[in-house]
């Protein structure tokens, strides 16, 4: 198994970076161009010990308590570790001192300096210094010698000295390297090293290989070098057993060599190509730490074990410890382990009693049999080929021991056992507290949320807790002393609440502030029994709850009342409450290589309980965990993991979760992080703190808060057509919680659903017109289904404009089944508000409410008193009478869908509970025919009393004039579309007759029109009427309508102006004398005789189909938009 990389993090601003272990190994030691120290207990360490050593640090050492380090400040200063305290000035140069070492025993340092010189000094007495004076170029590096006889140094002079640190003498010196003139400009800094222990060879970095010199002889032994190698190589390092060397180049290769085979053991690539300049080998096992040239830090794991051991032969010790109950002990064991004695016990039995009848009953340490195929069945004499050739490598680092007794010395174990190589678990991680910050700081966080923060001091001086309000005016700042070491914390409009862990002598408490009480007494505390611990907490609007070790959630009111207590179905990892909703994140079961297995569960605390989320899996990066688990201000359940990925609930697609934002994007570097501490949907912003190198931010100075912009992983983002897209659905998944909030009773402003319906509106009508310009007018149709009646309108216009008939029509279909929809969903809404209004009514005689409940002809009567005369109009079907097979489509409206925020005008009173809004359309076609008629044949001329067209469009919608289908005897009835409502009266009154499709304009007496919203014929229309015939003999082969008029318009436009105008004049009068009719003749048309209308009405239907209707008035009208010129 090769060498573990880890993801390299930031540990110091951009420039050169050094690193060391300490002694143990328990810590990562790195200085940088920003002059700090960094103490570092893992690679992810996000809170490490900084010590500033001056404005730049070049290099540090750390051996027996004492780091020293080299400054800027031309000085080599010493500091205690892990304390940090400066602890005196060793010496000084005239310039910057480029790399200092400690000898084999921590008594010396040697410095090597920009002024050519070579310092060595005693760690205690600094006044004993030796000086070592013949480079002529700055000092690139130092290594002493483990015997402290020699000391090597490199040069950007070229050349590489071993002096005799007794005389300070040369002893010899390798012309070896390129010239500079300084350090920054050094094609490699040359760090070279003696191997350790018996320090028989010096390892130069020369080139493109590593150039190794024997001690006293002075002899170029050998190179190592490989063919992966491309770039000069920058610096050596040993492992502790001398048996390895690990070297790093300009652009970033790391390879690692067995020194006494040769060969090459690993190859490790930078992520990013940069040069290493920092390598250490950790002290006990095989983990290189190292740094780059642009201040990251990076770890190596499983590289090679000082004993000779392997990276492919053992598995990660910790998991081994922790699971290793999971899994057979066979399985855990590996080739390796042979070398330990303790690895495998061998029984007490003789070497001669292998037999296939004993097989059975040899055991393991465990109990459990062990397989035949892991004992070796030759004689009794054989050994391993694989232990031979370790013992006899181990042999040679040891030259007094015999040879023979060595072998014999090894444990007589046979055959490989098979290891487990299968996916390993993941430990689960541990409950926390959303906006905290880790429990071991002394300054920390406890909570930062939408309403404040707590923050927790638990130092020498003080154990106490600060809280602040965001709004002074929610409640003042407080502060509190922490004598029971409250470690948990929550905070919300009406209490702060806090909770501590059980000790020996006291019990783990629940401790609430209610500051919002009316009355005097505003804390209770309350103790869990005992062995068991609270982990997380949460407040919500009138409520508390605690989840405890126990696997229990209790229940409080925010008085301080016990409720419900109920079971969890795991160890809770967090929890959140937000008004009447408590979201509970869980440990469903054990996650695998590297991924977390966690559940939710969201429940409503309200009066009503209920249970939202079942334990639903919450869906988690891969190999990622879980950072902040919250709510939205509007109530949205959100949380992040530790990729930085931001989701939200979307409960418009069957409570799914979104991923609406990567704050990693907007990071500059690996390391960096945001801390996220609240999200809003309305305004969309995610609120968070930038945190440099870390996770999380420190409490000084005060962190300043971001915004972030939320996007949707939509694909194709840079295109204009992704961008629309995105920015459609986002609307869409952020106004969801608008839906939530109706639904459940709470107010919201009407007006923001509108500019959401708005703006997502007019995204889908620029996706449309995209899509007609790049001719994709299957996706014209798709993009329709999603709008409203009113967009679907304005879209059937664009088609007619871009000349593309075939989609017009194809949306006029869909207009068609749009309004049927509405008229349907229309009628069951006010079904239902009819009930509601029964029922909450009771036996009330008030005329308000009988109005809205009598029969059909008291709803007439009703009408007809409302003083609502003249506005005559198309019948409308009551929608609780089933007679009409056609009255699904009785009372379509312009009007888009309730579920797309329309608002019915509410200015003609309350007499008639059937009138839908102001400008209803008659429900003339039917939605069932065979071939539908284009939709702009039914389109109002005006939306002005559209409630949403309010919104949507400030200026009157312009007359749609398109281009009309084949004449039909259903187009005549279709044209009344366009005609202006009549009152609601009439339409209830007309409800009585029979199906509308029958009406004709050939039955004045049925179809009467009011003068007052009567459309006034035009000059051309009048014309053409008369000089139709003349058309027709010219042009026999038309057979379309359209074609009539396009000819009619061409006839009438080469008019003289005095003819066009006498036209025009007798259009208005014609219209004024047919209003006047019509008022004479509304009386006779309410009266209860219908049977002459429906004589007529069923002649009409019998009509043939190519028969010109009497009054084409309006598909005259229909022309001019179409053949309009600009």
């Not at 506005?871 to 009007?895: A, C, R, Y």
Request: negative net charge; proline residues 5%; contains cysteine.
């Amino acid at each position: 198994m090769p060498a573990t990389q880890k993801p390299m993090r930031y540990g110091h601003t951009e420039g050169h970076t050094d690193v060391c272990f300490d002694d143990s190994g328990s810590c990562i030691v790195t200085c940088g161009s920003d002059g700090d120290v960094r103490i570092w207990e893992d690679l992810d360490d996000d809170d490490p010990k900084s010590i500033n050593v001056g404005e730049k640090a070049y290099s540090c050492a750390l051996k027996n308590g004492k780091l020293v380090t080299a400054a800027s400040n031309n000085t080599v200063q010493v500091y205690t570790f892990p304390e940090g305290d400066p602890d005196g000035i060793l010496t000084r140069f005239t310039t910057n001192a480029n790399h200092v070492v400690f000898n084999s025993d921590g008594a010396k340092i040697a410095a090597g300096s920009g002024d050519f010189l070579v310092k060595v000094v005693d760690v205690m007495d600094c006044s004993q210094q030796k000086t070592f004076r013949g480079h002529d170029a700055p000092v690139l590096s130092l290594s002493f010698d483990p015997k402290d006889i020699f000391l090597a140094s490199a040069s950007c002079d070229g050349s590489v000295r071993v002096w005799q640190i007794s005389d300070q003498t040369c002893a010899v010196s390798w012309p070896l390297l390129q010239k500079s003139n300084d350090v920054v400009n050094a094609k490699s800094i040359c760090r070279l090293a003696w191997q350790p222990k018996s320090g028989k060879l010096l390892a130069v970095p020369v080139e493109k290989s590593v150039k190794l010199y024997r001690r006293e002889t002075w002899s170029n032994q050998f190179d190592l070098s490989d063919n992966f190698i491309s770039q000069t190589l920058n610096i050596v390092t040993w492992s502790p057993c001398g048996q390895y060397l690990a070297a790093g180049s300009i652009n970033g290769l790391i390879i690692v060599w067995n020194v006494e085979t040769r060969d090459c053991m690993e190859r490790v690539k930078h992520e990013k190509g940069y040069a290493i300049c920092g390598l250490a080998w950790h002290p006990t096992c095989g983990r290189i730490a190292y740094t780059d040239a642009e201040g990251n830090l990076g770890l190596l794991e499983n590289v090679c074990y000082p004993d000779g051991k392997t990276s492919s032969s053992k598995v990660p010790s910790r998991v081994e410890k922790d699971y290793n109950d999971l899994f057979d002990g066979d399985d855990m064991s590996n080739a390796g382990d042979f070398v330990n004695d303790n690895a495998v016990e061998t029984h007490p039995f003789s070497k001669g009693t292998f037999n296939d009848d004993e097989d059975d009953d040899i055991m393991l340490a465990s109990g459990r049999p062990r397989q035949r195929s892991h004992f070796l069945e030759d004689d009794e004499n054989s050994v391993d080929i694989t232990m031979l050739k370790t013992g006899s490598s181990l042999l040679k680092e040891e030259e007094e021991n015999d040879q023979a007794d060595g072998i014999y010395n090894l444990p007589l174990v046979t055959s490989q056992r098979p290891v487990y190589d299968g996916p390993m678990p993941t430990p689960q991680q541990k409950p926390f507290q959303s906006g905290s910050t880790p429990l071991h700081l002394t300054h920390r966080f406890m909570v930062w949320n939408s309403i404040g923060i707590i923050r927790c001091y638990n130092d020498e001086q003080d154990n106490a807790i600060d809280v602040e309000f965001h709004d002074t005016s929610i409640h003042h700042a407080t502060h509190l002393s922490n004598t029971l070491n409250y470690t948990i914390a929550d905070l919300s409009h009406e209490a702060i609440l806090l909770a501590c862990k059980s000790t020996e002598e006291l019990a783990s408490k629940l401790h609430c502030l209610h500051f919002s009480s009316w009355d005097s007494s505003k804390e209770w505390i309350v103790d869990m029994p005992q062995n068991e611990d609270i982990e997380a907490i949460c407040l919500g609007q009138g409520w508390a709850a605690a989840a405890t070790s126990a696997l229990l959630l209790r229940l409080f009111s925010i008085g301080g009342v016990q409720k419900e207590v109920f079971s969890l179905l795991g160890p809770v990892v967090s929890m959140a409450g937000h008004g009447e909703q408590l979201f509970i994140v869980y440990h469903r079961g054990t996650g695998f290589d590297g991924d977390q297995c966690l559940g939710v569960h969201l429940l409503e605390m309200g009066k009503r309980k209920r249970q939202i989320l079942h334990g639903d899996p919450l869906p988690l990066t891969r190999k990622s965990y879980l950072v902040w688990v919250g709510f939205s201000a509007e109530g949205t359940p959100c949380f992040v993991d530790s990729e930085g990925i931001v989701r939200m609930l979307n409960r418009g697609l069957g409570n799914t979760w979104t991923p609406i934002c990567n704050t990693r994007e907007h990071c500059k570097g690996k390391s960096d992080h945001y801390w996220v501490v609240g999200v809003h949907e309305n305004p969309q912003q995610l609120r968070c703190i930038p945190c440099k190198g870390s996770r999380f931010p420190p409490t000084l100075p005060r962190p300043a808060v971001a915004i972030l912009s939320f996007q949707l992983p939509y694909c194709q983002i840079a295109t204009e057509k992704g961008q629309m897209e995105e920015q459609f659905w986002r609307s869409v998944v952020f106004h969801n919680h608008l839906d939530y909030l109706a639904q459940n009773g709470y107010e919201y402003e009407e007006s923001t659903k509108n500019q959401a319906i708005k703006e997502q509106q007019e995204l889908l009508l620029k996706m449309l017109a995209l899509s007609c310009k790049m001719e994709r007018e299957f996706r014209c149709v798709e993009l329709a289904e999603l709008m409203t009646q009113n967009a679907v309108n304005l879209a059937i216009k664009y088609a007619s404009r871009s000349r593309r008939l075939i989609l017009a029509q194809r949306l006029s279909e869909l207009a068609v089944e749009k309004a049927a929809e509405l008229a349907a969903s229309q009628a069951e809404e006010e079904e239902e508000e009819n009930f509601r209004k029964k029922l909450n009514a009771g036996y009330s005689n008030s005329p308000t409410e009988w109005s809205q409940l009598r029969l059909r002809n008291q709803v007439e009567e009703a009408a007809e008193d409302a003083g609502e005369a003249g506005d005559t109009e198309e019948k409308l079907e009551l929608p609780k009478h089933g007679q009409n097979p056609f009255s699904k489509s009785s009372n379509f409206s312009d009007v888009p869908s309730v579920k797309s925020g329309a608002v019915t005008s509410s200015n003609q009173g309350r007499a008639n509970p059937f009138k839908v809004s102001a400008n209803s359309k008659e429900p003339a076609i039917s939605v069932n025919s065979a071939r539908s008629v284009n939709i702009l044949d039914n389109m109002n001329k005006s939306y002005k009393k559209s409630a949403l067209n309010r919104t949507t469009n400030d200026e009157k919608s312009p007359v749609i004039k398109p281009l009309v289908l084949k004449p039909k005897s259903k187009q005549v009835s279709a044209a009344a579309y366009f005609q202006k409502r009549t009152s609601q009266a009439d339409k209830t009154e007309e409800a009585k007759e029979e199906n509308p499709k029958n009406l004709s304009s050939e039955t004045p007496a049925i179809c009467p029109q009011d003068t007052e919203h009567q459309r006034p014929k035009t000059g051309f229309q009048m014309w053409l009427e008369e000089n139709r015939s003349n058309i027709l003999s010219d042009n026999p082969d038309f057979s379309d309508e359209a074609d009539i008029i396009k000819e009619g318009m061409l006839r009438f436009r080469v008019l003289s102006t005095e003819e066009r105008k006498a036209w025009a004049t007798k259009a208005k009068g014609g219209t004024a004398g047919d209003g006047a009719e019509a008022k004479k003749r509304k009386r006779a048309d309410q009266s209860p005789d219908t049977e002459p209308q429906k004589e007529t009405a069923k002649e009409n239907r019998n009509l043939p189909k190519k028969q010109k209707p009497l009054d084409i008035s309006t598909n005259q009208k229909l022309s001019a938009f179409a053949f309009k010129q600009e």
